[in-house]
């Protein structure tokens, strides 16, 4: 079931396969007990084995933006400024987009790949040899799993970002963490959740989606493997750094 892409219907092909794997969501949920193993293992994989690595990185980047930021605005007087800029930074722009970069390292290299080598062993023929569907049985877990773990990991990674500010802001003026938490809350508006939900559901979509079809380009030859792999990093980030750039954009004009 190799699928050759050319520089025309490329972007075609990407759409086509992502309403697919929508409409096929449906009929997963209604019958699709035999691949719930798959969702469970791809959120397993996904989102609970990066928790690690995602609580690391957002301590630092909390921990960034405070050390550079309150010195700064102590100077001119605007200390308080600090909270809405933490909520811009960590919850708005970076934490989708860092959330969405671990599982495109992660996940999208293991999905291209494992999707590969059941093109080349002929596995996906052999679903439909036996009348199933491979894009509800191998497509839509991996869809919803991968969607769904960067939901949840971008929450995550809001959190430990917020704590990570809240550590290096005690160095700078102490204070309890009710005042400091309470000053961010005030801070974070709904326009702010929204718009990192938004985020976070469409990189979830776009990692998932361009994984699985560059997994399926593949021919016949195994040295396509990892060749999948290396495709489906570059398009994912690529594409990821597009759709932010243009959330954020209608964020701007039509929210603010």
Same mark, same amino acid.
């Given at each position: 079931?190799?699928?050759?892409?050319?520089?025309?219907?490329?972007?075609?092909?990407?759409?086509?396969?992502?309403?697919?794997?929508?409409?096929? *969501?449906?009929?997963?949920?209604?019958?699709?007990?035999?691949?719930?193993?798959?969702?469970?293992?791809?959120i397993?994989?996904?989102?609970?084995?990066?928790?690690?690595?995602?609580?690391?990185?957002?301590?630092?980047?909390?921990?960034?933006?405070?050390?550079?930021?309150?010195?700064f605005?102590?100077?001119?007087?605007?200390?308080?400024?600090?909270?809405?800029?933490?909520?811009?930074?960590i919850?708005?722009?970076?934490?989708?987009?860092?959330?969405?970069f671990?599982?495109?390292?992660?996940?999208a290299?293991?999905?291209?790949?494992?999707i @590969?080598?059941?093109?080349?062993?002929?596995?996906?023929?052999?679903? #439909?040899?036996?009348?199933?569907?491979?894009?509800?049985?191998?497509?839509?877990?991996?869809?919803?799993?991968?969607?769904?773990?960067?939901?949840?990991? +971008?929450?995550?990674?809001?959190?430990?970002?917020?704590?990570?500010?809240?550590?290096?802001?005690?160095?700078? +003026?102490?204070?309890?963490?009710?005042?400091?938490?309470?000053?961010?809350?005030r $801070?974070?508006?709904?326009?702010?959740?929204? #718009?990192s *939900?938004?985020?976070? #559901?469409?990189?979830?979509?776009?990692?998932?989606?361009?994984?699985?079809?560059?997994?399926? $380009?593949?021919?016949?030859?195994?040295?396509?493997?990892?060749?999948?792999?290396?495709? $489906? *990093?570059?398009? @994912?980030?690529?594409?990821?750094?597009?759709?932010?750039?243009?959330?954020?954009?209608?964020?701007?004009?039509?929210?603010?």
């Amino acid at each position: 079931m190799a699928v050759k892409f050319s520089r025309v219907d490329d972007i075609f092909y990407t759409f086509g396969f992502f309403f697919r794997t929508l409409k096929g *969501v449906g009929a997963f949920i209604l019958r699709g007990q035999a691949a719930y193993q798959v969702l469970i293992l791809q959120i397993l994989f996904t989102f609970v084995q990066a928790l690690g690595i995602s609580a690391l990185l957002a301590l630092g980047i909390g921990a960034a933006v405070n050390t550079i930021g309150i010195p700064f605005l102590a100077r001119i007087s605007q200390e308080r400024i600090i909270y809405p800029l933490l909520i811009t930074i960590i919850t708005r722009e970076l934490g989708p987009l860092l959330a969405a970069f671990i599982i495109i390292a992660r996940s999208a290299t293991a999905i291209a790949t494992e999707i @590969a080598g059941m093109v080349i062993s002929h596995e996906v023929e052999a679903y #439909i040899s036996v009348g199933l569907d491979p894009i509800e049985y191998l497509a839509v877990p991996r869809f919803l799993g991968v969607t769904l773990s960067l939901f949840l990991l +971008n929450i995550y990674f809001s959190l430990f970002g917020l704590a990570g500010s809240f550590v290096v802001a005690q160095i700078f +003026n102490a204070m309890p963490a009710e005042i400091y938490f309470g000053n961010l809350l005030r $801070a974070l508006s709904v326009q702010d959740i929204f #718009i990192s *939900v938004v985020k976070s #559901i469409a990189f979830g979509m776009i990692i998932s989606v361009v994984a699985m079809t560059r997994g399926l $380009a593949v021919e016949r030859a195994s040295t396509e493997i990892p060749k999948a792999g290396l495709h $489906a *990093v570059g398009s @994912a980030f690529a594409w990821c750094i597009v759709v932010d750039i243009v959330l954020s954009a209608m964020y701007y004009i039509v929210l603010m």
